[in-house]
């Protein structure tokens, strides 16, 4: 039991740095030696646990399909309920969105490390049907939270539109944004949940 917690402890200590790396050089920082240095382990560590670069690839997909899943805004039927009754967005939801997008804009690292997987997805058709599992992963957990007649549609735009937000604020971040950045997850979310509009 002791030897599988290690085991587990180093294999999350060697994904956390290829994100780290991934943020910081990108994709071609990204090597088994770099790797090790980062994560201050000994050479052929991440050959042991992963076999090739391909694999803690996948192993950092699957981690980022967990931080994205807890990042998750739960919205209650009753919250959404109340708004579509009283025709406007309730407190608690205004809250809800302005801590998951602190929450997002807390980590740039780790945003900057996932639109690095995304790039190099785009040109490796190997490696596609994992994104596309990892992604539909966040969908599914997203779509838990949104009622209404097509929730996997709607969880997919507002997904997208958080993705442009962060994309957006990682290249030239602006206040404005910033402020903005919740009202604009709201009237994502009103048109798919026919919410009133939070402008």
């Known amino acids: 039991m002791a030897q599988h917690h290690k085991s587990e402890v180093v294999r999350r200590s060697l994904i956390e740095a290829a994100v780290s790396l991934l943020a910081q050089e990108g994709m071609r920082g990204l090597t088994h030696r770099k790797i090790e240095e980062s994560a201050g382990v000994s050479q052929g560590t991440v050959k042991y646990h992963f076999g090739t670069l391909d694999g803690i690839v996948q192993a950092v ?7 994205e899943s807890a990042n998750v805004m739960q919205v209650s039927a009753a919250v959404i309920r109340k708004a579509q009754v009283e025709g406007t967005i309730p407190a608690e939801l205004w809250a809800q969105a302005s801590q998951t997008y602190s929450a997002l804009m807390q980590q740039p690292e780790y945003s900057l490390a996932r639109f690095e997987l995304v790039l190099h997805v785009a040109r490796h058709p190997e490696l596609q049907t994992i994104m596309r599992e990892a992604r539909d992963e966040v969908v599914r957990t997203t779509a838990e939270s949104l009622p209404g007649a097509n929730p996997e549609a709607s969880a997919r735009m507002v997904l997208a539109l958080m993705d442009g937000i962060l994309l957006h604020q990682l290249s030239a971040r602006e ?6 950045a919740p009202a604009y997850m709201l009237a994502s979310a009103s048109v798919a949940l026919q919410l009133p509009d939070p402008r």
């Open 175 to 180: 206040p404005l944004v910033d402020t903005m």
């Open 61 to 67: 997909l699957k981690y980022m399909v967990r931080v």
